[in-house]
C-alpha cells in the first residue's frame, strides 16, 4: 500500500512558477514509476508528466513541455514537479499518481490557480 500526499499547489499570476510535491509512504517508492495528472473543471484528467523509478525515462505532455519539469528523490520518497512560465489555462487540481505492476496510487490533489 501506498499513500500520496500532494502540497505545494497555490495561487499565482500569469508567468509565476509553482513546485509541487508529492510525498509517498512506503518502502517500495523507488520501484513505482510516478506520474503527475491534471483535472481543470469541468473537465478529463489529463496526463501532465512521469518519471521512472531511476528517473532514466521522463515524458511530459506536449502542450507542456519546455515549462513543467518532473524530477524525484528515492532517499525523499517525494517525486516534485517544477512548473514554470504558469498559464491561465495550467489551473486545474493537480493529482500525484504511483505505477507499479497492476498497483496503481493516487493522491487527494492539489489545487494551483492561475490569475491574470
Known amino acids: 500500500q501506498v499513500q500520496l500526499v500532494e502540497s505545494g499547489g497555490g495561487s499565482v499570476q500569469t508567468g509565476g512558477s509553482l513546485r509541487l510535491s508529492c510525498a509517498a509512504s512506503?518502502?517500495?517508492?523507488?520501484?513505482?514509476?510516478m506520474a503527475w495528472f491534471r483535472q481543470a473543471p469541468g473537465k478529463e484528467r489529463e496526463f501532465v508528466a512521469r518519471?521512472?523509478?531511476?528517473?532514466?525515462?521522463?515524458g511530459y505532455a506536449d502542450s507542456l513541455k519546455g515549462r513543467f519539469t518532473i524530477s524525484r528523490d528515492n532517499a525523499k520518497n517525494t517525486v516534485y514537479l517544477q512548473m514554470n512560465s504558469l498559464k491561465v489555462e495550467d489551473t486545474a487540481v493537480y493529482y500525484c499518481?504511483?505505477?507499479?505492476?497492476?498497483?496503481?496510487?493516487w493522491g487527494q490533489g492539489t489545487q494551483v490557480t492561475v490569475s491574470s
Open positions: 512506503g518502502r517500495t517508492f523507488s520501484s513505482y514509476t
Open positions: 499518481n504511483a505505477r507499479f505492476s497492476s498497483q496503481n496510487y
Open positions: 518519471i521512472s523509478w531511476s528517473s532514466s525515462s521522463i
